[in-house]
């Protein structure tokens, strides 16, 4: 089930008839090129200084919560993977999780029902480093659907520029990245390296992501 059958077929016509086509992902750019050989990868980046600068303030929702804080911000829509998420806090009550984000179309009466699951809900792009910089350790747990798999997650590069690890889902896209995040597929997985992410702090380590 590769992307391409899901586009219209204007989409089709308007990449072959294009002087020039940018793809934000390896995926996207592997399939373009079959329509279109002037087609270029353009992965996503982030506003390092915005990230990267602590505000020094503790956001209030945060003051009650104990550490380690395992946190994400992004949609919360049907892509990610609340049952993952779900199983990690149910494994681990001493982790508490923040999800940062507009309710979309995930299900989350479980998660809402969890002490150490903790829905903040929006928060506005100025203010979200205040939260990240209190994050232990950030999580990208997207389920593996032909949609993720398209993605280049802007997020990424936004925890790495505040110096975070950063602990995905093991997809296509992140493989290329693996010198700066740890991809994980089974709860095992996610458990173990969750565990090496939250005392991954050393120096050399957060000025890796830096870069």
Not at 19 to 31: C, G, K, P, R, Y
Not at 137 to 151: G, Y
Not at 196 to 205: E, K, N, R
């Amino acid at each position: 089930s590769n992307v391409t059958s899901y586009m219209l077929e204007p989409e089709v016509e308007l990449i072959k008839n294009s002087d020039f086509v940018l793809a934000t992902s390896h995926l996207l750019l592997n399939e373009k090129s079959q329509l279109n050989a002037n087609c270029l990868l353009v992965p996503n980046g982030t506003e390092f200084h915005h990230f990267n600068y602590s505000t020094g303030i503790l956001p209030n929702e945060l003051k009650n919560i104990r550490k380690p804080i395992i946190g994400y911000y992004g949609a919360i829509s049907d892509w990610l993977d609340t049952d993952l998420i779900y199983s990690l806090a149910s494994a681990r009550p001493n982790w508490n999780f923040i999800l940062i984000g507009r309710i979309e179309s995930a299900a989350v009466s479980q998660l809402n029902k969890m002490r150490n699951v903790f829905l903040l809900g929006e928060k506005p792009y100025e203010l979200l480093p205040g939260y990240l910089q209190n994050f232990d350790t950030c999580i990208i747990p997207f389920r593996k659907i032909p949609l993720t798999e398209a993605t280049n997650p802007v997020k990424l590069f936004e925890y790495l520029s505040a110096g975070k690890s950063v602990v995905a889902t093991d997809l296509n896209e992140l493989r290329y990245y693996q010198k700066y995040v740890r991809l994980a597929s089974s709860l095992n997985e996610w458990l173990e390296a969750i565990e090496i992410a939250l005392d991954d702090y050393s120096p050399v380590q957060v000025d890796k992501r830096l870069s």
